[in-house]
């Protein structure tokens, strides 16, 4: 896992994850539709959205098995959960077709607070738990990167 900001980009942050952030500022905006936006194919593409955010109590974890998110907050705030220790069994398996799988929550679960401009990067398997209210329930518009890891 790996979080920052789009405005003050870490020398060490890898260069796919710095080209694909780059082209977000570059090309992403108030008026940029909500939906998929390709990048490189299936290789790289990032999905626009607006969405509420839910009491944790109500948000169901979940990981990937062959892309990395980078989840840039664009508007409002958003608290993201994870875990560092190894998943148990999911209850909804849709890796081999949709690339996720949800569980009701980590193992020792930790929250970081995201503000505009924030980002958090999540490797396959990392279990994350996105859209958790801070405070209320309020909208979030985002961007999630989807790199594909070979």
């Given at each position: 896992m790996i979080v920052g900001n789009i405005h003050h980009l870490q020398p060490w942050l890898p260069a796919a994850l710095?080209?694909?952030?780059e082209h977000v500022k570059a090309h992403v905006d108030d008026a940029t539709p909500c939906g998929r936006h390709d990048i490189d194919g299936n290789e790289c593409f990032y999905l626009v959205s607006e969405d509420m955010t839910q009491p944790f109590a109500e948000r169901r974890a979940e990981y990937h098995?062959?892309?990395?998110?980078?989840q840039i907050v664009l508007k409002g705030q958003e608290g993201m959960t994870f875990s560092t220790l190894p998943h148990g069994e999911p209850d909804t398996d849709w890796l081999a077709d949709k690339d996720i799988a949800f569980l009701p929550e980590g193992e020792q679960e930790k929250t970081v607070l995201l503000?505009?401009?924030?980002f958090v990067v999540f490797y396959p398997g990392e279990v994350h738990k996105p859209l958790c209210a801070v405070g209320s329930p309020a909208q979030v518009r985002k961007v999630v990167v989807k790199i594909r890891v070979n």
């Open positions: 710095r080209q694909a952030i098995a062959r892309y990395l998110d980078i503000n505009e401009g924030d």
